[in-house]
Every structure is written in structure tokens, then in C-alpha cells.
């Protein structure tokens, strides 16, 4: 597989899972009759759409990052970078910034969940390709709600880097909603992030 290499991936996996009360990327789940953990999941799409990724992580995660190799294999997991956040505990946007620094050559950034394990490849790869195709913001969108991933092109690099707290880039997304560009799909899997037990029902 050859990587469109303006575009770098980068998956974030470094939150604290306080709300679900336990490490939830390392909760087993079944999909598809695969078990696996949750993260495992999450990071099968984009190693379908790319040859290389970018995955954030905690200092102490060094169980998950075992645990996914363990599940995705030998020969998938070559293809990840585990990116250890020192400051991962001031919020989401010190994980994406910390991403896209360490991917700051690139012509465009996509950004993922590890905690969304049914986001479809072709989201992913339809918003990589609306950014080489010279899209500033894209997001994939089903029944006219956007979901995830998110891609940013690469003159929002600085205003990545900037970001403060626990809402990401949401605010670039809505300064910027009349640039964002939706690729449409069918598949709700673009919005099931898994932040509660309750929420894996919905799988």
C-alpha cells in the first residue's frame, strides 16, 4: 500500500477513561465475531486506509500499546508509531497537538478516536481524500450530522498547535462551519464514540 504522504494520521489515545472506570481502550469487544480490545478496533480502519499511522498515547500505556499489537499482529502493528504525550493529562487538545507536531511536515493532518471502534475505512479514506483533493476542513456526515474523523489542512497547523483543554478542535470546526467540507455516508458508526459501559450496547 502507498500512502498519500502529504496526509499524516493520527489517532488519539491518551485519555484517562474516567467516566467509563476502567482503562475502556483495553475492554474487550466484539465486532464482526472478533474479539479484541477496544482500541485494537478502533485502529483496524486506519491501517486499511493507511501504510502508517500516528497513535497518541499516555505515559503509563504501555499495557494498551501490548495489548493492540497482541490483537492486531506482527505484521499490522509495524505500521503504527506510538507517540507517548507528555502532558496528556490537560486535556484532548495537548494529545492533537502533540500528534500534529510530531507530523508537522505534513500537507494535512486526519484525526481519529482510539475510542470509536466502528468508524468505516471508507470515512476515513473519503476524507483523506477530500483534503488532497484541496479541501480546507472535511468531515464525514450522515443525516446531516457530522461525525468523526476530522481533516485539517496544513495551514492550520499553528492554530492546531495552539489548542487548549478538552474540546479539541471543535472551535476551529465551528469558526471555520462555512469551509467544512461533509462526505456523505450511510454508516452511524461515524458517532459512536464509546465513553460509558452503556454505550458498547449500541455497537
Not at 120 to 125: K, Y
Amino acid at each position: 500500500m502507498s500512502d498519500p504522504v502529504e496526509i499524516a494520521a493520527i489517532v488519539l489515545a491518551a485519555g484517562a477513561s474516567r467516566r467509563f472506570g476502567s482503562d475502556k481502550l483495553l475492554h474487550p469487544v466484539t465486532l464482526h465475531g472478533v474479539t479484541m480490545p477496544l482500541a485494537a478496533h478502533s485502529l483496524l480502519s486506519w491501517l486499511e486506509t493507511f501504510g502508517k499511522i500516528t497513535v497518541v498515547v499516555r505515559q503509563d500505556s504501555q499495557a494498551l500499546c501490548n495489548a493492540a499489537v497482541d490483537a492486531l499482529g506482527t505484521g499490522r502493528s509495524e505500521a503504527i508509531r506510538w507517540l507517548v504525550c507528555a502532558d496528556a493529562a490537560q486535556g484532548m487538545a495537548s494529545s492533537l497537538a502533540c500528534g500534529v507536531r510530531a507530523n508537522r511536515d505534513a500537507g494535512g493532518w486526519l484525526i481519529g478516536l482510539a475510542d470509536m471502534p466502528a468508524v468505516p475505512a471508507g470515512a476515513i479514506a473519503g476524507v483523506r481524500n477530500a483534503l488532497l483533493a484541496g479541501a480546507n476542513l472535511v468531515v464525514p456526515s450522515c443525516d446531516g450530522r457530522r461525525g468523526h474523523p476530522v481533516g485539517f489542512a496544513s495551514h492550520y497547523l499553528e492554530e492546531l498547535l495552539a489548542l487548549e483543554g478538552d474540546k479539541g478542535a471543535r472551535l476551529l470546526l465551528e469558526r471555520d462551519i462555512a469551509n467544512v467540507v461533509h462526505i456523505k455516508t450511510g454508516d452511524d458508526g461515524i458517532f459512536a464514540d464509546i465513553d460509558i459501559p452503556s454505550d458498547l450496547q449500541h455497537l
